[in-house]
């Protein structure tokens, strides 16, 4: 569904005032206002088609409703978060579940909704209906090698979709690994993984990236194949220039320093894309921000950091999405909050006075080193990201806008209430 743009601009009508209010309350303390929110504007989160449904956990599932019930639904949903905040700009789809039957009408549909595609995600870790081999031991590390054959196989036709659609990357995650001691030899598996993605590779378009993304536990419980940065890395240095290293926050060890992981990939150029998610106790897949809003702070400020010392573009040179599961809420309201809180955070990270870092640094003053950090962290930016998206087109309070329209209501009346989005 679309929401008719006189509404829209009512709505930014109706909080004008006090927006200006805030908003000139902090532009007074920013030296260059207009950059920082030209880097807003600009800056783009990218939707996975499967976050767009109910999730769930093995213990059950409660779907809300009106869920997309194909991938031009899937496209509309994102269209509308898009017209909305105007930094969900990007769609990543994930085969066999999104798989376009029609190209040029998919890539019509999703221009009509200002969408680019994103990453394109292979899926080994289930088998499918019409599959020949299961992957129920591994894919890419099985010991059969016609089972990772069939695993490349798989992802070279994923880059053939993702290339008539205009995607420009490939991310691997692969729930290889095993469940008890005993079961894989650590290095064999790693040899047979190494040789399947080189496979791949070697398949990859030259303007396209790789991202190997690792995962420390889950679904297997002893040990992951590509379990850790460390691994990761491994599989993309040995791969070449066009593979590089993902990092999903949820898939990491308990209190894992992920701003350092970060901040060493960027150093070393490998560090490819992001997903955003939050968690208490491991992949919980929770929204963005929602438990540990200061680590994503730490997070943004390596990254920002980072990519200025390299000279990169913050918002085309990685890959941002979200990868999160809605298990309880709305998923379109829980997305919503999700870029808000990226967005968020980035603006705070982009408030940090390097400068004065750097000195504070240098003269081992970790007192004022941490200040410089509270403070933009501490600091309320929440006009300056609404005054992006007001400059963009978008809506001063995207949620407010989502339930007064009654969005979710008019899509269970469309769609029914007993749809099922395909994904997790
Ligand atoms: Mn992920």
Redesign the pocket.
């Known amino acids: 569904m679309q929401i008719e743009k006189y509404k829209l601009e009512e709505h930014n009508h109706s909080l004008q005032k006090e927006h200006q209010r805030k908003f000139d309350f902090i532009a007074a303390d920013i030296k260059d206002v207009n950059g920082l929110l030209q880097k807003l504007i600009d800056f783009q989160v990218a939707i996975?088609s499967w976050a767009l449904g109910t999730g769930g956990t093995r213990f059950g599932r409660f779907p809300g409703g009106g869920e997309p019930r194909n991938l031009e639904e899937k496209i509309e949903d994102i269209g509308l978060l898009h017209a909305l905040n105007r930094s969900s700009g990007a769609i990543s789809l994930h085969i066999p579940w999104d798989i376009p039957e029609n190209a040029s009408h998919i890539k019509a549909l999703a221009a009509q909704n200002g969408l680019k595609f994103d990453a394109m995600n292979s899926n080994t870790f289930q088998d499918q209906p019409d599959q020949e081999l299961s992957y129920k031991y591994g894919s890419m590390q099985h010991v059969d090698k016609a089972v990772r054959k069939q695993a490349v196989d798989h992802n070279i036709e994923v880059v053939k979709y993702g290339l008539e659609l205009g995607s420009e990357s490939l991310?691997v995650?692969l729930s290889d690994g095993s469940c008890f001691p005993g079961q894989l030899n650590f290095r064999k598996a790693f040899q047979n993984t190494l040789e399947s993605l080189q496979e791949v590779y070697a398949a990859l378009p030259d303007h396209w990236k790789m991202f190997v993304?690792y995962?420390a536990f889950e679904p297997n419980f002893y040990s992951t194949t590509v379990g850790d940065w460390g691994q990761s890395l491994l599989y993309t240095s040995k791969l070449g220039k066009k593979a590089y290293t993902?990092v999903?926050l949820?898939?990491h060890l308990p209190n894992a320093n992920i701003e350092q992981i970060v901040a060493l990939l960027l150093m070393e150029g490998k560090l490819g894309g992001f997903?955003f998610?939050d968690s208490k106790y491991g992949d919980d897949d929770l929204t963005v921000g929602s438990i540990k809003p200061y680590q994503l702070f730490l997070i943004f400020n390596e990254l920002v950091e980072g990519m200025d010392a390299k000279d990169m573009n913050h918002a085309t040179d990685l890959g941002w999405?979200i990868?999160a599961s809605h298990n309880v809420k709305d998923p379109l309201e829980d997305l919503l909050q999700s870029v808000e809180a990226i967005m968020i955070t980035y603006a705070q990270a982009l408030l940090v006075d390097r400068k004065r870092l750097a000195e504070a640094q240098n003269n081992n003053d970790v007192v004022t080193a941490q200040e410089i950090l509270q403070q933009a962290f501490r600091t309320d930016v929440r006009a300056l990201v609404a005054e992006a998206r007001l400059r963009s087109g978008g809506v001063l309070n995207p949620l407010s806008v989502y339930r007064s329209e009654k969005v979710r209501e008019s899509l269970i009346k469309q769609r029914g209430s007993k749809t099922v989005a395909t994904g997790l």
Do not use: A, F, S
């Open positions: 996975p991310t995650w993304e995962k993902l999903d949820g898939h997903h998610n999405m990868d």
